[in-house]
């Protein structure tokens, strides 16, 4: 099963914007459900850093909200999708601006 960019949950946020929430829902626990079912025993979690509370969605989330310093690496491809497109209105110059901290540049963890 994907999670990034599942039909599935694609289709249930399309009927979301256009106003059926009813059939939004309906498919959006049609991904919930598959999931749930697939991932009862497997790992689910993209994070390739050695965690503890990896897989462990709710405590990960929880402790980032918490401290809220920075995002989960699981979410750090979507958010940086996102920058990416915001970043193109002014050519990438944030780019020139921007110096990741030395104790967070873990290349060989980034997503590309």
């Known amino acids: 099963m994907i999670i990034e960019g599942n039909q599935k949950e694609l ?16 498919l959006q626990e049609e991904f919930a ?12 979690c993209p994070c390739q850093k050695a965690c503890r509370y990896h897989g462990n969605c709710k405590e990960c989330v929880a402790i980032h909200r918490a401290h809220q310093e920075h ?3 699981c979410m750090r491809g979507l958010l940086n999708r996102r920058i990416r497109l915001l970043s193109e209105l002014t050519e990438h110059t944030i780019a020139d601006e921007i110096e990741a901290p030395h104790e967070v540049l873990h290349r060989e963890f ?3």
């Open 71 to 73: 995002v989960p690496n």
């Open 110 to 112: 980034q997503e590309k």
């Open 11 to 26: 289709d249930a946020m399309e009927q979301f914007h256009k106003g059926n929430r009813k059939e939004g829902l309906r």
């Open 33 to 44: 459900s598959a999931f749930r079912r697939e991932y009862k025993e497997k790992d689910h």
